[in-house]
């Protein structure tokens, strides 16, 4: 796993934490639902543009028909869940402390995945397993609120928790690629140290040459003045 896409992914949800945390007085559950129904719109409408984009000369998709069709499929799921929620706004409130809870839990997986086997051969300290469990705690606080009426807790919460995550993410992009760089600074030493050895194998070849060919002429002279 790359350090800079780690990165990029912490920034991303240190954003939206923020950004939850500094507004969590304001922003309400029907106030998320509108604006995740019409994020899910755009993203399918922005989806559906970018697959009939991706051709070739020949006008042929380069996702093939199994990622076209899907690549349509959720194009497709992404608009009717976006309109849904934009129609049946009431079915919806009720589901966000759900909702918000479910993410934080796939934050916390995701961080325990990172951490077990997702960044080998790069070891982390064992206590970055404190933010996976503190995210863990955070969507079980979630799951226990009530929408509209919690309105405020549950958005600081899941704001703290997204920010728990991308401060996490964060520390360990940035741990993961200093890794791969020492790594491939090493990986370029070693190579440079076996190109220089290829090229030194001629030289030292001659010098054996020519170091035989002057052992094989002193043995020669030596014969020669026995013979004498």
Do not use: C
């Amino acid at each position: 796993m790359k350090g800079h896409k780690l990165i990029f992914t912490a920034l991303l949800a240190l954003a939206a934490g923020i950004a939850l945390i500094v507004a969590h007085r304001t922003v309400s559950s029907g106030g998320v639902v509108i604006a995740g129904g019409v994020m899910f719109v755009l993203a399918g409408f922005i989806n559906v543009i970018a697959f009939l984009s991706s051709r070739d000369e020949n006008g042929k998709s380069h996702l093939g028909s199994f990622g076209l069709a899907f690549g349509w499929l959720t194009s497709g799921a992404a608009v009717v869940l976006g309109l849904s929620m934009l129609i049946f706004q009431s079915t919806f409130v009720g589901l966000v402390p759900f909702i918000f809870g479910v993410l934080v839990v796939f934050g916390a997986l995701f961080q325990f995945f990172v951490l077990s086997v997702g960044i080998r051969p790069v070891t982390l300290p064992a206590w970055f397993y404190v933010f996976p469990m503190v995210l863990v705690g955070l969507a079980v606080y979630v799951f226990m609120r009530q929408s509209q009426t919690d309105d405020r807790m549950i958005m600081l919460a899941t704001g703290i928790a997204f920010t728990v995550f991308g401060a996490a993410m964060f520390i360990e992009g940035a741990m993961v690629g200093a890794a791969n760089r020492r790594q491939r600074r090493e990986s370029a030493t070693a190579g440079e140290t076996a190109v220089t050895d290829t090229a030194d194998a001629p030289a030292k070849a001659d010098t054996a040459v020519i170091t035989g060919n002057k052992a094989g002429e002193t043995t020669d002279d030596t014969i020669d003045v026995n013979a004498k």
